[in-house]
Protein backbone atom coordinates (compact mmCIF):
# COMPACT_ATOMS: atom_id res chain seq x y z
CA UNK A 1 0.00 0.00 0.00
CA UNK A 2 1.63 3.13 -1.24
CA UNK A 3 0.20 6.69 0.17
CA UNK A 4 1.11 9.85 -0.97
CA UNK A 5 -0.09 12.70 1.81
CA UNK A 6 0.02 15.98 0.04
CA UNK A 7 1.14 18.73 2.89
CA UNK A 8 0.31 22.29 3.34
CA UNK A 9 3.95 23.73 2.66
CA UNK A 10 3.25 22.01 -1.01
CA UNK A 11 5.63 19.18 -0.70
CA UNK A 12 4.84 15.65 -0.23
CA UNK A 13 5.71 12.69 1.75
CA UNK A 14 5.29 8.68 1.10
CA UNK A 15 4.57 5.75 3.47
CA UNK A 16 5.20 2.39 1.49
CA UNK A 17 4.49 -0.58 3.05
CA UNK A 18 4.22 -4.02 2.00
CA UNK A 19 2.51 -7.11 3.71
CA UNK A 20 5.71 -9.20 4.78
CA UNK A 21 6.87 -8.88 8.20
CA UNK A 22 10.11 -8.08 7.41
CA UNK A 23 12.54 -7.28 3.55
CA UNK A 24 14.13 -10.19 2.78
CA UNK A 25 17.42 -8.37 2.20
CA UNK A 26 19.86 -6.12 4.34
CA UNK A 27 21.48 -4.76 1.33
CA UNK A 28 21.64 -4.17 -2.40
CA UNK A 29 24.05 -7.00 -3.00
CA UNK A 30 21.72 -9.30 -0.61
CA UNK A 31 18.78 -7.96 -2.76
CA UNK A 32 20.41 -8.93 -5.72
CA UNK A 33 21.61 -12.19 -4.43
CA UNK A 34 17.96 -12.90 -4.05
CA UNK A 35 17.03 -11.78 -7.27
CA UNK A 36 19.90 -14.43 -8.92
CA UNK A 37 18.83 -17.18 -6.59
CA UNK A 38 15.08 -17.02 -7.77
CA UNK A 39 15.94 -16.57 -11.57
CA UNK A 40 14.04 -19.23 -13.14
CA UNK A 41 16.13 -22.18 -14.67
CA UNK A 42 15.59 -22.38 -18.64
CA UNK A 43 15.57 -25.99 -18.53
CA UNK A 44 13.07 -26.99 -15.72
CA UNK A 45 10.95 -23.31 -16.51
CA UNK A 46 11.14 -22.75 -12.33
CA UNK A 47 13.27 -21.92 -9.32
CA UNK A 48 16.39 -23.72 -9.05
CA UNK A 49 15.60 -25.06 -5.02
CA UNK A 50 19.00 -25.52 -4.47
CA UNK A 51 20.08 -22.02 -5.32
CA UNK A 52 17.11 -21.01 -3.09
CA UNK A 53 18.18 -22.99 -0.36
CA UNK A 54 21.80 -21.65 -0.71
CA UNK A 55 20.23 -17.93 -0.03
CA UNK A 56 18.15 -19.38 2.66
CA UNK A 57 21.39 -20.92 4.50
CA UNK A 58 23.38 -18.04 4.04
CA UNK A 59 21.36 -14.66 4.62
CA UNK A 60 19.47 -15.98 8.21
CA UNK A 61 17.50 -12.91 8.10
CA UNK A 62 16.09 -12.71 4.91
CA UNK A 63 15.48 -16.77 5.13
CA UNK A 64 13.63 -16.35 7.91
CA UNK A 65 11.30 -13.90 6.14
CA UNK A 66 11.16 -16.02 3.09
CA UNK A 67 10.11 -19.18 4.67
CA UNK A 68 7.53 -17.17 7.27
CA UNK A 69 6.45 -15.86 3.83
CA UNK A 70 5.73 -19.63 2.98
CA UNK A 71 3.55 -19.91 5.42
CA UNK A 72 1.62 -16.68 5.24
CA UNK A 73 -1.97 -16.58 4.09
CA UNK A 74 -3.17 -15.37 1.30
CA UNK A 75 -5.25 -12.00 1.86
CA UNK A 76 -8.95 -11.95 1.70
CA UNK A 77 -9.32 -8.54 1.04
CA UNK A 78 -7.28 -5.13 0.53
CA UNK A 79 -9.54 -4.03 3.22
CA UNK A 80 -8.51 -6.57 5.67
CA UNK A 81 -4.61 -6.45 5.52
CA UNK A 82 -1.57 -4.78 7.27
CA UNK A 83 0.67 -3.18 5.34
CA UNK A 84 4.42 -2.77 7.03
CA UNK A 85 7.29 0.30 5.57
CA UNK A 86 9.26 -1.97 7.35
CA UNK A 87 12.31 0.83 7.41
CA UNK A 88 12.89 2.11 10.87
CA UNK A 89 12.77 6.20 11.15
CA UNK A 90 13.40 8.52 13.76
CA UNK A 91 10.77 10.55 15.27
CA UNK A 92 12.04 14.11 16.92
CA UNK A 93 9.49 16.05 19.13
CA UNK A 94 9.89 19.78 19.24
CA UNK A 95 12.39 19.45 22.30
CA UNK A 96 14.49 17.64 20.17
CA UNK A 97 14.27 14.37 21.78
CA UNK A 98 14.05 11.14 19.30
CA UNK A 99 12.57 8.18 19.15
CA UNK A 100 13.00 5.36 16.66
CA UNK A 101 9.85 3.58 15.39
CA UNK A 102 8.77 1.56 12.78
CA UNK A 103 5.00 2.21 11.09
CA UNK A 104 2.06 -0.20 10.43
CA UNK A 105 -1.28 0.16 8.93
CA UNK A 106 -3.32 -1.95 10.81
CA UNK A 107 -7.10 -2.43 9.43
CA UNK A 108 -10.03 -1.30 11.61
CA UNK A 109 -12.04 -4.54 10.20
CA UNK A 110 -9.13 -6.96 11.39
CA UNK A 111 -6.60 -8.93 9.54
CA UNK A 112 -8.15 -12.13 8.16
CA UNK A 113 -6.50 -14.68 5.60
CA UNK A 114 -7.33 -17.66 3.11
CA UNK A 115 -4.95 -20.14 1.87
CA UNK A 116 -3.53 -20.26 -1.65
CA UNK A 117 -5.90 -22.46 -3.28
CA UNK A 118 -8.72 -20.35 -2.18
CA UNK A 119 -7.63 -17.46 -3.46
CA UNK A 120 -6.32 -18.89 -6.58
CA UNK A 121 -10.06 -20.21 -6.95
CA UNK A 122 -11.16 -15.99 -7.34
CA UNK A 123 -10.96 -14.08 -10.77
CA UNK A 124 -7.70 -12.45 -11.08
CA UNK A 125 -8.65 -9.20 -10.23
CA UNK A 126 -10.57 -10.36 -7.04
CA UNK A 127 -8.83 -8.35 -4.24
CA UNK A 128 -10.00 -4.57 -6.78
CA UNK A 129 -13.30 -5.96 -7.13
CA UNK A 130 -13.73 -6.88 -3.81
CA UNK A 131 -12.41 -3.17 -2.63
CA UNK A 132 -14.88 -1.38 -4.79
CA UNK A 133 -17.91 -3.34 -3.86
CA UNK A 134 -16.64 -2.93 -0.20
CA UNK A 135 -16.47 1.02 -0.97
CA UNK A 136 -19.72 1.22 -2.51
CA UNK A 137 -20.97 0.40 1.03
CA UNK A 138 -18.76 2.36 3.17
CA UNK A 139 -15.76 3.80 4.09
CA UNK A 140 -12.50 1.28 4.75
CA UNK A 141 -10.28 2.51 7.26
CA UNK A 142 -6.84 2.00 8.66
CA UNK A 143 -4.96 2.83 12.01
CA UNK A 144 -1.21 4.59 11.58
CA UNK A 145 0.54 2.79 14.38
CA UNK A 146 4.28 3.49 15.45
CA UNK A 147 6.27 0.61 17.31
CA UNK A 148 8.57 1.75 19.04
CA UNK A 149 12.02 0.10 19.01
CA UNK A 150 14.08 -0.77 22.51
CA UNK A 151 17.91 -0.44 23.54
CA UNK A 152 19.36 -2.87 20.78
CA UNK A 153 16.83 -3.65 18.44
CA UNK A 154 18.29 -2.86 14.51
CA UNK A 155 17.48 0.67 13.67
CA UNK A 156 19.51 0.15 10.12
CA UNK A 157 17.94 -3.22 8.64
CA UNK A 158 14.47 -3.83 7.77
CA UNK A 159 15.29 -7.45 7.59
CA UNK A 160 15.22 -8.11 11.01
CA UNK A 161 12.24 -8.89 12.91
CA UNK A 162 12.40 -7.08 16.11
CA UNK A 163 10.95 -9.47 19.29
CA UNK A 164 7.09 -9.33 20.27
CA UNK A 165 5.69 -6.60 22.53
CA UNK A 166 7.34 -3.66 21.70
CA UNK A 167 4.91 -0.93 22.64
CA UNK A 168 2.84 0.33 19.95
CA UNK A 169 1.05 3.87 19.68
CA UNK A 170 -0.87 5.08 17.69
CA UNK A 171 -0.70 8.11 15.62
CA UNK A 172 -3.51 8.70 12.93
CA UNK A 173 -6.10 7.24 10.42
CA UNK A 174 -6.81 6.81 6.97
CA UNK A 175 -10.26 6.60 5.42
CA UNK A 176 -10.41 5.62 2.27
CA UNK A 177 -13.87 6.32 0.63
CA UNK A 178 -13.55 5.90 -3.15
CA UNK A 179 -11.48 5.11 -5.68
CA UNK A 180 -9.48 7.56 -7.62
CA UNK A 181 -7.82 8.06 -10.40
CA UNK A 182 -4.15 9.10 -10.63
CA UNK A 183 -5.03 11.82 -13.55
CA UNK A 184 -7.73 13.09 -11.07
CA UNK A 185 -4.75 13.45 -8.82
CA UNK A 186 -2.82 15.16 -11.51
CA UNK A 187 -0.17 13.37 -11.15
CA UNK A 188 0.03 10.22 -13.78
CA UNK A 189 3.36 9.81 -12.96
CA UNK A 190 2.92 8.75 -9.26
CA UNK A 191 6.69 7.75 -7.46
CA UNK A 192 6.42 6.74 -4.12
CA UNK A 193 9.76 7.85 -2.28
CA UNK A 194 10.74 6.28 0.99
CA UNK A 195 12.97 9.05 1.51
CA UNK A 196 10.81 12.15 1.27
CA UNK A 197 10.34 12.12 4.83
CA UNK A 198 9.12 15.52 6.35
CA UNK A 199 10.54 18.04 8.95
CA UNK A 200 10.79 16.08 12.54
CA UNK A 201 11.30 12.68 10.31
CA UNK A 202 14.62 11.29 10.02
CA UNK A 203 15.41 7.62 7.65
CA UNK A 204 18.31 5.40 9.23
CA UNK A 205 21.65 6.69 7.56
CA UNK A 206 23.12 2.94 8.44
CA UNK A 207 19.69 1.71 6.56
CA UNK A 208 21.48 0.41 2.97
CA UNK A 209 18.49 -0.52 1.49
CA UNK A 210 16.32 2.94 2.02
CA UNK A 211 19.95 4.22 0.76
CA UNK A 212 19.23 2.56 -2.81
CA UNK A 213 15.11 2.67 -2.60
CA UNK A 214 14.94 6.64 -4.36
CA UNK A 215 17.86 5.46 -7.21
CA UNK A 216 15.90 2.25 -7.82
CA UNK A 217 12.73 4.34 -8.81
CA UNK A 218 13.54 6.80 -10.18
CA UNK A 219 15.36 4.49 -12.78
CA UNK A 220 11.98 2.47 -12.92
CA UNK A 221 9.87 5.52 -13.45
CA UNK A 222 11.87 6.41 -16.58
CA UNK A 223 11.54 3.02 -17.45
CA UNK A 224 7.80 2.68 -17.75
CA UNK A 225 7.33 6.74 -18.85
CA UNK A 226 9.73 5.84 -21.62
CA UNK A 227 12.50 8.38 -20.44
CA UNK A 228 13.52 10.70 -18.16
CA UNK A 229 10.55 12.86 -17.25
CA UNK A 230 11.22 16.29 -17.22
CA UNK A 231 12.44 17.97 -14.07
CA UNK A 232 10.47 18.52 -10.69
CA UNK A 233 7.48 15.51 -12.07
CA UNK A 234 9.31 12.83 -10.52
CA UNK A 235 8.40 12.81 -6.59
CA UNK A 236 8.12 16.42 -4.90
CA UNK A 237 10.65 16.34 -1.93
CA UNK A 238 13.81 16.51 -4.06
CA UNK A 239 12.34 16.75 -7.27
CA UNK A 240 15.31 18.47 -9.09
CA UNK A 241 18.42 16.21 -8.39
CA UNK A 242 19.77 14.20 -10.97
CA UNK A 243 18.72 10.62 -10.78
CA UNK A 244 21.73 7.86 -9.86
CA UNK A 245 21.20 4.64 -10.86
CA UNK A 246 21.24 2.94 -6.80
CA UNK A 247 22.05 -0.80 -8.19
CA UNK A 248 23.48 -2.65 -11.21
CA UNK A 249 22.83 -5.71 -11.98
CA UNK A 250 26.41 -8.03 -11.75
C1 LIG B 1 16.91 -2.39 -2.73
C2 LIG B 1 15.65 -2.70 -2.44
C3 LIG B 1 14.49 -2.38 -3.36
C4 LIG B 1 14.44 -2.22 -4.72
C5 LIG B 1 15.60 -2.33 -5.70
C6 LIG B 1 13.07 -1.90 -5.07
C7 LIG B 1 12.62 -1.65 -6.36
C8 LIG B 1 11.37 -1.17 -6.68
C9 LIG B 1 10.97 -0.63 -7.96
C10 LIG B 1 11.89 -0.54 -9.17
C11 LIG B 1 9.68 -0.24 -7.88
C12 LIG B 1 8.82 0.42 -8.97
C13 LIG B 1 8.87 1.94 -8.76
C14 LIG B 1 8.04 2.74 -9.75
O1 LIG B 1 8.05 2.43 -10.94
O2 LIG B 1 7.38 3.72 -9.32
C15 LIG B 1 9.23 -0.55 -6.56
C16 LIG B 1 7.97 -0.30 -6.08
C17 LIG B 1 7.55 -0.63 -4.82
N1 LIG B 1 8.33 -1.10 -3.79
FE1 LIG B 1 10.30 -1.49 -3.86
N2 LIG B 1 12.30 -1.91 -3.94
C18 LIG B 1 13.12 -2.18 -2.87
C19 LIG B 1 12.75 -2.26 -1.56
C20 LIG B 1 11.46 -2.17 -1.11
C21 LIG B 1 11.07 -2.32 0.27
C22 LIG B 1 12.01 -2.54 1.46
C23 LIG B 1 9.72 -2.21 0.30
C24 LIG B 1 8.84 -2.31 1.52
C25 LIG B 1 8.48 -1.35 2.24
C26 LIG B 1 9.25 -1.94 -1.05
C27 LIG B 1 7.93 -1.72 -1.44
C28 LIG B 1 7.53 -1.29 -2.69
C29 LIG B 1 6.15 -0.94 -3.04
C30 LIG B 1 4.93 -1.04 -2.12
C31 LIG B 1 6.17 -0.52 -4.37
C32 LIG B 1 4.99 0.03 -5.19
C33 LIG B 1 5.01 1.52 -5.00
C34 LIG B 1 4.05 2.30 -5.86
O3 LIG B 1 3.00 1.77 -6.23
O4 LIG B 1 4.36 3.47 -6.16
N3 LIG B 1 10.34 -1.94 -1.87
N4 LIG B 1 10.27 -1.11 -5.84
Redesign the pocket.
Known amino acids: ??AKFYLPDGTTTDL???TLPA?F?RT?EE?LDFAEAQRTDPATGKPDLDKLKAFIMTHPNGGRVLLMLEHQPAPVSFAQTSY????TYYFLNAAGAGRWARYHWEPETGVAGQSLEELAKQPHDYLFTELEGRLRKGPVAFRLELELAREGDPVDD?SAIWPEGRERVVVGRLEVVRPITEEEIGDPV???D?TAVTDGIEVSPGDQ?IA??RG??V???AE?TGGWQKRGTVGTARANETPEPA?STK
Open positions: MAIGIFAPFRPLHPMMHPIARAYVSVRL
